[in-house]
């Protein structure tokens, strides 16, 4: 790894320290952090078209497709899939060399259902006002995201309830 690297990864350590160990809060780096990342995503074209992006959330691992509200939500609650430092999935060359941001768009297919979109920096979350709580993150990570589609035997009990 190269210095000029080596700036790009000490630049985003915030997105590996979430929690401020002294009082179990989510960091005010963090929440800088996610307010940056997440500006820096909704100047992407695919996110002005579509108003979604790719989830790098541990559970998503940048293979969701889904609004930029929720993506911060997973983020804010998660954290960030492991060694993301360069956000190639969000606009970022792979080859950075420097602390800069390169604003090259990277392709990717937009999916078919619209949500609305979220501009700049109000994303749903109110990033000074939080405080994490782990049992909300656990209640929140038992249930299902709100865009998987259930299965067969899902639909049927569901519709049982719906009776």
Not at 53 to 68: D, G, W
Not at 127 to 134: A, G
Request: charged content about 20%.
């Amino acid at each position: 790894m190269s210095s000029s690297n080596c700036s790009i990864y000490q630049s985003r350590q915030w997105m590996y320290r979430r929690i401020n160990p002294a009082t179990n809060e989510i960091s005010q780096d963090f929440i800088d952090g996610l307010r940056d990342f997440m500006d820096f995503v909704s100047m992407q074209p695919i996110c002005q078209e579509s108003g979604k992006m790719y989830c790098p959330c541990p559970r998503c691992k940048n293979l969701k497709f889904i609004s930029q509200e929720i993506a911060c939500k997973h983020l804010f609650s998660r954290g960030f899939v492991e060694n993301y430092f360069v956000w190639f999935m969000h606009g970022e060359d792979v080859n950075i060399t420097d602390n800069s941001r390169q604003l090259e768009s990277v392709s990717h297919p937009v999916a078919s259902e619209a949500d609305p979109v979220v501009v700049g920096g109000s994303f749903g979350t109110n990033l000074e006002d939080s405080t994490f709580n782990p049992y909300v993150e656990m209640v929140t990570d038992a249930f299902p995201d709100h865009d998987q589609v259930p299965n067969a035997w899902s639909k049927r009990f569901y519709e049982m309830l719906s009776c």
